[in-house]
């Protein structure tokens, strides 16, 4: 049975659409966290996913060049980095939420108010961009995330297991770096921002450990087996030090986890 318009699979399309980026962000904030579910259906690929503002333009990772923090377009393009990854996570929480069907409703409401944080910090680093003369679409973006969520639409195991337990668990990592010289360069105002990212990202990860885990036990795998198959299969990128292990435990990553990680670089 198809969902019906107010159904929250389907309701998640609206903003997953959105081509204007903060407009993206408000609808998401604006989507009611008590619509009715239907697990099961399967919702047809409406095309077009997801919206995109005409900018910034994507290029190649490696063809991003930083600028130095002492000055605002250094800091700038530091933030409107941090900002496109917010919007590409606002679209991967979406995306769950209408492409995989038959999981349990708190599945679906975990990820509704992962959108919802996501698009937070969105708007909370676009503002002060905005205050700083700059604006989100300033610069150049590469699609580095969104490029891992098309090679895992496939298999809700590789999608979760690969996009936040590795690629937005990097941001564990990074976060204490990047809040650090945005202090030092005098930016406190964007130092607190990064304060609220790095405690609610933490959450995030942890609800792609404890899915992944579900689905594995589900399907009878082991699940750090099955996480050294999937980096190797999806070519995850090759995660390196320095690791945020305090956040990285309190997300749910165990000792062998972690042990791995530090011996092997995933």
Same mark, same amino acid.
């Given at each position: 049975?198809?969902?019906? /318009?107010? @159904?929250?699979?389907?309701?998640?399309?609206? /903003?997953?659409?959105?081509? &204007?980026?903060?407009?993206?962000?408000?609808?998401?904030?604006?989507?009611?966290?008590?619509?009715?579910?239907?697990?099961?259906?399967?919702?047809?690929?409406?095309? $077009?996913?997801?919206?995109?503002?005409?900018?910034?333009?994507?290029?190649?990772?490696?063809?991003?060049?930083?600028?130095?923090?002492?000055?605002?377009?250094?800091?700038?393009?530091?933030?409107?980095?941090?900002?496109?990854?917010?919007?590409?996570?606002?679209?991967?929480?979406?995306?769950?939420?209408?492409?995989?069907?038959?999981? /349990?409703?708190?599945?679906?409401? @975990?990820?509704?108010?992962?959108?919802?944080?996501?698009?937070?910090?969105?708007?909370?680093?676009?503002?002060?961009?905005?205050?700083?003369?700059? @604006?989100? %679409?300033?610069?150049?973006? *590469? &699609?580095?995330?969104?490029?891992?969520?098309?090679?895992?639409? $496939?298999?809700?195991?590789?999608?979760?297991?690969?996009?936040?337990?590795?690629?937005?668990?990097?941001?564990?990592?990074?976060?204490? %770096?990047?809040?650090?010289?945005?202090?030092?360069?005098?930016?406190?105002?964007?130092?607190?921002?990064?304060?609220?990212?790095?405690?609610?990202?933490?959450? *995030?990860?942890?609800?792609?450990?404890?899915?992944?885990? *579900?689905?594995?036990?589900?399907? %009878?795998?082991?699940?750090?087996?099955?996480?050294?198959?999937?980096?190797?299969?999806?070519?995850? /990128?090759?995660?390196?030090?320095?690791?945020?292990?305090? =956040?990285?435990?309190? =997300? $749910?990553?165990?000792?062998?986890?972690?042990?791995?990680?530090? =011996?092997? $670089?995933?």
């Amino acid at each position: 049975m198809p969902p019906s /318009p107010m @159904d929250l699979r389907n309701a998640v399309l609206g /903003p997953l659409l959105a081509q &204007n980026a903060v407009q993206k962000a408000e609808l998401t904030l604006g989507l009611q966290a008590d619509l009715p579910l239907n697990c099961q259906a399967v919702i047809a690929d409406p095309g $077009g996913i997801p919206g995109r503002p005409l900018q910034p333009v994507l290029v190649s990772h490696t063809s991003l060049k930083a600028k130095p923090l002492n000055t605002p377009e250094g800091r700038a393009l530091l933030l409107h980095a941090i900002a496109h990854i917010e919007l590409n996570a606002i679209d991967l929480a979406l995306d769950v939420v209408w492409r995989f069907d038959s999981m /349990p409703e708190d599945f679906y409401r @975990d990820w509704l108010r992962i959108a919802k944080e996501e698009a937070k910090h969105f708007l909370l680093i676009q503002k002060h961009l905005v205050s700083m003369g700059f @604006d989100y %679409g300033c610069f150049p973006a *590469h &699609n580095s995330l969104w490029d891992m969520a098309e090679r895992t639409k $496939g298999d809700l195991l590789a999608r979760i297991g690969l996009v936040p337990r590795t690629m937005e668990a990097r941001g564990l990592d990074a976060s204490p %770096g990047v809040k650090n010289k945005l202090i030092s360069a005098g930016d406190l105002a964007a130092g607190r921002i990064m304060d609220i990212i790095l405690e609610e990202e933490i959450g *995030h990860v942890a609800a792609g450990n404890r899915w992944y885990r *579900h689905v594995c036990k589900e399907r %009878g795998l082991d699940p750090i087996a099955t996480y050294r198959e999937l980096i190797q299969q999806y070519d995850a /990128p090759k995660l390196k030090s320095p690791y945020n292990l305090e =956040a990285r435990r309190m =997300a $749910g990553f165990d000792d062998e986890e972690l042990q791995y990680l530090a =011996a092997n $670089g995933l």
